[in-house]
């Protein structure tokens, strides 16, 4: 996937930082960059009328003209910055913000959401909801304090031959391509010709590695961690500068019950995840 569009979701009320690193990543990939400066409007209050729906109405003007300059403000450090480049702003409410991401996402070749999206676990869950969920553009999440660069020198591909894992292979194949090394990551791998073969690792590094990619596998052994934890951990070990992982193999309802490894990995993370579904 050759990375022409990067679209970038800011949150109108903290966004200042994830900017600044959205601008690096698409002077590094030479990449247009289609900046979505959004806000959540507030929650209606309680009557139709009197002084609670003319306080709200004030409320939601107030965020309006605020979301306005706020995106003045994206335009003017955008256009110093020498980059192809859009912005939009979106005025929203929560239980439609992830249909207008959506419609943005569909557009692009990448979805980055920076520290300071993230860490708005309202806006977070509708960029997923939105672009992961309905649309086939991947995302990046970075939680962590340290811009991602286009060009990545080592990536961890955390591989259980799903389909997910397998589509975000393809999706970030730039980026393995890139890469100084790329560990393929298996966790507690079984020796089974239905699942990973009789030699677990060694189809996907072949297929990789026939693209150019350089390839080591590696096989860890959870010693009773839960998957998330070991993968977070092999990736500080080998100084991965991405994660690239399938999300969500798993419905996501069972996931957001019970927990799962996507939804640890984007909450506990801080190494940046290229994230496919």
Not at 24 to 47: K, N
Not at 206 to 228: C, E, M, P, T, Y
Request: with cysteine; charged share 25%.
């Amino acid at each position: 996937m050759s990375i022409c569009t990067v679209l970038s979701i800011l949150n109108s009320k903290s966004y200042a930082e994830d900017l600044k690193a959205a601008v690096e990543f698409c002077r590094d990939a030479g990449a247009h960059l289609s900046t979505v400066v959004i806000c959540m409007g507030t929650a209606p209050m309680d009557g139709i009328y009197g002084a609670a729906s003319i306080a709200w109405l004030d409320a939601q003007q107030r965020e309006i003209d605020e979301l306005s300059e706020k995106t003045a403000q994206v335009r003017d450090v955008l256009s110093r910055s020498e980059l192809s480049y859009d912005v939009q702003e979106i005025y929203t409410e929560f239980a439609w913000a992830h249909e207008d991401i959506a419609e943005r996402a569909l557009y692009a070749d990448i979805v980055l959401i920076g520290r300071q999206a993230a860490a708005d676990e309202d806006l977070r869950k509708r960029i997923i909801g939105g672009a992961l969920f309905r649309t086939p553009t991947p995302v990046i999440i970075n939680r962590g304090t340290k811009p991602l660069q286009a060009n990545v020198k080592s990536v961890l591909l955390a591989w259980d031959s799903s389909d997910e894992a397998s589509r975000a292979a393809r999706q970030a194949l730039d980026f393995l391509k890139a890469a100084e090394c790329v560990y393929v990551t298996m966790v507690d791998p079984l020796s089974n010709e239905r699942v990973n073969g009789e030699d677990p690792g060694a189809d996907v590094g072949g297929f990789l590695a026939r693209h150019g990619v350089k390839v080591q596998v590696d096989r860890l052994a959870s010693g009773g961690s839960k998957s998330d934890e070991v993968i977070r951990q092999h990736a500080i070990d080998v100084g991965a500068d991405l994660i690239v992982m399938g999300a969500y193999n798993h419905p996501r309802w069972q996931q957001t019950l019970f927990g799962g490894m996507t939804r640890n990995m984007i909450e506990d993370g801080k190494t940046p995840i290229f994230l496919s579904h």
